[in-house]
């Protein structure tokens, strides 16, 4: 196992349009992240699922965002009806328990809405 | 409100000299810190952490120091190479309230750069 991996890795998109990310986690970690980071600023939380259940939401995923992550494994995040505002780089993250070495990310996917 | 702050958004240093990287948070239930290396086009890399009930904690060239009483955090680079030149993100993490696990609230990060 690789890591965590991401697909894709970029997504040019009209404004309007909706697009769909994927997560891959590492294999064994149960818990998986979703984060969103604007430029200059750090990651910031978006969702978490614990197997196949999403336990926490950030007041950031408005409704226009879904997450899932069907069978515990992978993860998608979808974005309907694209902003300009939607514009970030979108990272995943999965750990295994509560480590204290945090969380291993993937590289992100940067969507850009035009 | 940012419950995690880093006030310097860059720093530059010379190869060989220490490097000092600056974190404050608000946010008295944060159990552990954790500090991220980035570079650009990948995802943030873990690089060490230190216990809320610790002082001080070492690996390699690494050493975080946390001032509860202020809380305050650092990440000393001893010596700084080309090669750290990256950001560096102070994260702080939480419980997040009956979900079972925990919530990491990053700092907007810190370019350091290191001069050969």
């Known amino acids: 196992d690789t890591g965590v991996s991401q697909d894709p890795r970029h997504k040019i998109t009209k404004r309007g349009q909706n697009v769909t990310f994927r997560c891959d986690p590492i294999s064994e970690h149960n818990r998986l992240y979703w984060y969103r980071q604007t430029l200059g600023q750090g990651p910031e939380f978006l969702t978490y699922f614990q197997n196949e259940a999403q336990l926490e939401k950030s007041r950031l995923l408005s409704d226009r965002f879904s997450a899932e992550r069907p069978k515990g494994s992978f993860s998608t995040l979808e974005i309907q009806r694209t902003e300009q505002g939607d514009s970030a780089m979108y990272l995943c993250?999965?750990?295994?328990?509560?480590?204290?070495?945090?969380?291993?990310f993937g590289s992100g996917t940067r969507l850009t809405v035009v | 409100d940012q419950q995690v702050k880093q006030n310097s958004p860059s720093l530059s240093v010379q190869e060989g000299r220490i490097s000092i990287l600056n974190c404050d948070y608000t946010?008295?239930?944060?159990?552990?810190f954790l500090w991220y290396k980035k570079y650009p086009a990948e995802g943030p890399t873990f690089l060490i952490s230190i216990s809320s009930i610790k002082d001080k904690n070492e690996d390699g060239r690494f050493t975080v120091f946390l001032n509860k009483s202020a809380k305050h955090l650092s990440l000393h680079i001893v010596p700084s190479q080309p090669g750290d030149s990256a950001v560096y993100f102070c994260a702080a993490r939480a419980l997040l309230s009956g979900a079972g696990s925990y919530q990491l609230t990053f700092g907007k990060g810190t370019k350091l750069s290191v001069i050969p």
């Open positions: 946010n008295s239930m944060f159990d552990y």
């Open positions: 993250a999965s750990s295994l328990e509560t480590a204290h070495y945090g969380y291993t």
